[in-house]
């Protein structure tokens, strides 16, 4: 049940509204609203939701493919892993109809950028899109690192960031 975070949607939305491709960073704690909340943003807009697992480069990219159905048809296709920005860009036109942006959820994005180069090539490359306009949302519970570690690990993928909301603890 979603409660609250209207200032913290309502940043979304004014991300969303941006004439260019945005990505805003959500994060805090485990348990705290931030899935919530992103699904909650996501209604009535076209999206694509991925909920990353801690696996290598390619399991990951492998697995993007076949949970957003941008894999091949045929068995030898599907053994062919696509890269990470072909899966998202296929998986974002899909779900456009007419509209001008698609919104890209990434929940645990983390795990993206800790296990190889595929999600920030793959960020920058849909970021420098001039044709087309893309919302990262990305999530994260991984606080300490987002803090601490994620402009540093992010590099020049960091540029593209239009904002960053920490979820906190209701008062």
Not at 34 to 56: G, I, M
Request: with cysteine; aromatic share 10%; net charge neutral.
């Amino acid at each position: 049940m979603f409660i609250g975070r209207t200032q913290e949607l309502r940043q979304l939305e004014e991300a969303y509204r941006m004439e260019r491709s945005t990505a805003v960073v959500l994060y805090g704690r485990k348990g705290i609203g931030k899935t919530e909340l992103a699904h909650t943003f996501l209604k009535d807009k076209p999206a694509v939701f991925y909920a990353v697992k801690e696996l290598s480069e390619q399991e990951q990219c492998y697995l993007v493919a076949e949970e957003l159905g941008v894999a091949g048809e045929t068995a030898e296709a599907k053994r062919k892993v696509p890269g990470l920005a072909k899966s998202l860009i296929d998986a974002a036109e899909r779900c456009l109809n007419g509209q001008k942006k698609a919104v890209i959820v990434l929940d645990e994005f983390h795990f993206l950028v800790k296990t190889g180069r595929s999600f920030l090539e793959a960020f920058i490359q849909m970021m420098n899109e001039e044709e087309k306009r893309y919302m990262f949302l990305l999530v994260s519970s991984s606080v300490s690192w987002v803090e601490n570690s994620m402009a540093e690990d992010l590099s020049f993928g960091a540029r593209f960031l239009s904002g960053v909301i920490k979820l906190k603890e209701f008062t």
